[in-house]
């Protein structure tokens, strides 16, 4: 079982990207998908999760309106399209799977988690 998120690196306030997570070991057609990330110094905490249909989604507000979480069955992979970066948004960012139908905020909700992908804002 392994996740593997990619798409991190150096951006510029205002920049954007596109973050992956790779599941390979299960099937995430049974699974909720999250993302979370933790900053230097800071307790990790929720970005976004999607359902295991891919028809509902919850950000949080510290991010709604510029990042979004998506989902490909077919492929085993999560997304997490982040526009219009800001400083504060620097952090390692990693993908979680859960096995239930709808999605959920809890950290401890989630059964498998990535390596964690640094991302990083700046001028």
């Known amino acids: 079982v392994q996740l593997q998120a990619s798409g991190g690196g150096l951006v510029q306030p205002g920049g954007s990207l596109r973050l992956t997570c790779t599941v390979s070991g299960f099937s995430t057609d049974y699974y909720a998908l999250g993302w979370f990330r933790q900053a230097p110094g800071k307790e990790r905490e929720f970005v976004a999760t999607?359902?295991?249909?891919?028809?509902?989604?919850f950000h949080v507000d510290s991010v709604k309106g510029r990042f979004t979480i998506a989902r490909d069955n077919a492929k085993n992979t999560a997304y997490l399209q982040m526009n219009m970066l800001r400083p504060q948004d620097t952090a390692v960012y990693y993908c979680?799977?859960?096995?239930?139908?709808?999605?959920?905020?809890?950290?401890?909700?989630?059964?498998?988690w990535g390596q964690g992908t640094q991302v990083t804002v700046s001028s």
């Open positions: 999607i359902n295991r249909n891919g028809d509902s989604t």
């Open positions: 979680a799977a859960a096995r239930l139908t709808h999605w959920s905020r809890v950290e401890r909700a989630y059964d498998y």
